[in-house]
């Protein structure tokens, strides 16, 4: 029993080496029991971490910015690809014919592709769509007609 309160003091040492120099401990070490002083540090920290939060919310932004902005680029690069490709096929069954709509030496020949890109794009999804539509009538009169014995 005598030995509890007999503990020895954790922060003796501490004060023993901030006392001989002259200065008290530390505001961290020890706690004050002055009301606005713990006011005043709750204010600070409350406006460093509104500080950090907005900071935190800018960034969050930015990061979201930056990924929209890759994949709109990924999208743009995709489709000019596809037009491109697109453009090129055109190209050889024109020669093949006989003419040719857009001439190799061209300057503007980037910017005819890149304007007619959401004409070609239509028309490779009504011609999936007319190849679809055959397929599911002649699957359809396949399935009608009946089994010949």
């Known amino acids: 029993m005598s030995n509890l309160n007999s503990v020895p003091d954790p922060l003796s040492f501490a004060r023993k080496m901030w006392g001989s120099m002259g200065v008290s401990l530390p505001g961290m070490v020890t706690p004050t029991l002055n009301v606005e002083d713990i006011e005043k540090k709750i204010r600070d920290l409350k406006a460093v971490e509104n500080w950090l939060k907005m900071n935190l919310s800018m960034l969050q932004m930015t990061i979201q910015g930056l990924e929209m902005q890759c994949v709109t680029l990924n999208a743009v690069r995709a489709m000019g690809q596809m037009a491109g490709s697109y453009g090129t096929a055109a190209g050889a069954t024109d ?47 396949a399935q009608e007609e009946p089994p010949k014995t």
Request: aromatic share 2%.
């Open 95 to 141: 020669e093949a014919q006989g003419g040719s709509l857009v001439e190799p030496g061209s300057s503007n020949e980037a910017l005819r592709q890149a304007a007619l890109w959401p004409l070609t794009l239509l028309q490779q999804m009504q011609e999936q769509m007319q190849k679809a539509a055959t397929a599911a009538v002649q699957s359809r009169q």
